[in-house]
């Protein structure tokens, strides 16, 4: 699949993505639970905003700063699922993956917003 960030391989594993979730992005791989999921423009959406964050980081970075946050919002809300919807990557991509548009006018670091909310 190629689009504007570049070449993305696209991997249905039900094993890889953690249970509770419909999918999940390690650039530059995008893992979807169920094969019929890659016509789901919303979840793909979603995922690719992760990747657009995961370059922006160049990568490993992104990914300790999202362990780290889960980490401070799991100790501030006491609850796993309020806690993984309240790290600000993910907030960006919740609150943008109905925007299919979204990408191509996306400002550099837009999840730093998110971190003030």
């Known amino acids: 699949m190629i689009f504007e960030l570049g070449f993305v391989v696209i991997l249905i594993s039900r094993y890889l993505v953690p249970k ?7 650039f530059p791989f995008m893992f979807l639970k169920y094969k019929n999921l890659k016509r789901n423009k919303v979840l793909v959406n ?14 490993f970075p992104f990914f300790m700063v999202y362990c780290l946050e889960f980490l401070v919002r799991l ?23 109905r ?19």
């Open 20 to 26: 509770g979730y419909a999918g999940m992005t390690i």
């Open 46 to 59: 979603h995922e690719k905003i992760h990747l657009k964050q995961q370059i922006e980081l160049l990568v």
């Open 75 to 97: 100790l501030q809300y006491r609850n796993w699922k309020q806690a993984y919807r309240n790290i600000s990557f993910e907030r960006e991509a919740y609150e943008k993956e």
């Open 99 to 117: 925007d299919l548009e979204y990408l191509d006018s996306r400002p550099f670091w837009s999840f730093m917003v998110y971190f003030k909310k």
